[in-house]
């Protein structure tokens, strides 16, 4: 086979428990090799999709039966080798993939995907990549009324992982969620033409803003906002980064919301014990607008 293919991998409902099945694609007539990381925990027989390739002659697929020695030692790390599906198609309209944290990857609007809500003996997945309400399963290119995600001609593939940090996206970090770096998964290519990105709020330490209101503790802190000032480099070095690996992508910073309206009422009042004045929601609203 050759030309534009679509890829599809079949994991089984039993058998199959690593979160880092890493599949190569030779492309075939030398011209290179993808990989593309893949969880296999879904708990039920379903089609993963790896991707769009233009394959020559020659092209395949291979996947080693090794375990990567960072799943742990607390279970037997079942790698599944099923069946395999190759889609001719055409190039895709889009290729994009979704990076980032919890605002990225839509924690607290569930259902979850399985591989990203999970428990497995000393491992632990809580990327919670919303099924249905995280934004990069919503948006759609311009003229579209299909979203990419669902979108049959275009490829799609959502990363984000809820607490994410620079180093969890483009650095070499395991995060403690269980997945591996985001684009050491391997999705990022010279076909990627748009990707989109949220990242720094936790390495700003935003949850530790809201444990000072619970505490009673004023909001403010400014130490805070030099943790910002200090992610310049950073953020320099994510774009540079992935810059190099999509070379041809559209990338797009997406910012944090402001999640307080201070002209509702003052003190605000989100729970029985956190009370907010509204100087503190404007500069907790000021703060969102920084990272990006």
Avoid at 20 to 34: E, M, Q, S
Avoid at 39 to 48: A, G, I
Wanted: charged share 20%.
């Amino acid at each position: 086979m050759s030309g534009w293919t679509r890829i599809k991998v079949h994991i089984p409902s039993h058998g199959a428990h690593t979160q880092l099945a890493d599949y190569v694609i030779d492309l075939g007539g030398g011209a290179g090799r993808r990989h593309r990381v893949v969880s296999q925990y879904w708990r039920k027989d379903m089609w993963v999709d790896l991707g769009v390739f233009n394959l020559r002659s020659g092209a395949s697929v291979s996947l080693s039966n090794l375990t990567p020695r960072e799943e742990g030692t607390g279970w037997d790390w079942d790698i599944a080798f099923d069946a395999m599906a190759f889609i001719p198609t055409g190039k895709p309209t889009v290729d994009y993939v979704a990076l980032g944290d919890s605002y990225s990857a839509g924690e607290g609007n569930a259902p979850f995907d399985p591989v990203s809500d999970c428990t497995l003996g000393d491992r632990n997945s809580k990327c919670h990549r919303s099924t249905e309400s995280a934004y990069a399963r919503q948006i759609s290119r311009t003229g579209s009324q299909s979203p990419i995600a669902a979108d049959p001609t275009a490829a799609f593939a959502f990363l984000a992982c809820s607490g994410a940090k620079f180093q969890h996206v483009t650095g070499s970090s395991y995060a403690s969620k269980g997945e591996p770096p985001q684009l050491a998964q391997g999705y990022l290519d010279e076909d990627t033409d748009l990707v989109t990105l949220s990242i720094g709020g936790n390495d700003a330490g935003f949850g530790l803003i809201i444990n000072r209101c619970v505490l009673g503790l004023s909001c403010i802190d400014p130490a805070i906002e030099q943790r910002i000032d200090q992610l310049a480099d950073d953020y320099y070095a994510s774009y540079s980064t992935i810059h190099r690996a999509a070379p041809n992508a559209r990338v797009i910073a997406v910012g944090y919301p402001h999640i307080f309206n201070p002209a509702l009422r003052d003190p605000l009042s989100c729970m029985e014990n956190l009370v907010i004045s509204s100087t503190e929601a404007d500069w907790i609203n000021e703060l969102t607008s920084s990272p990006s």
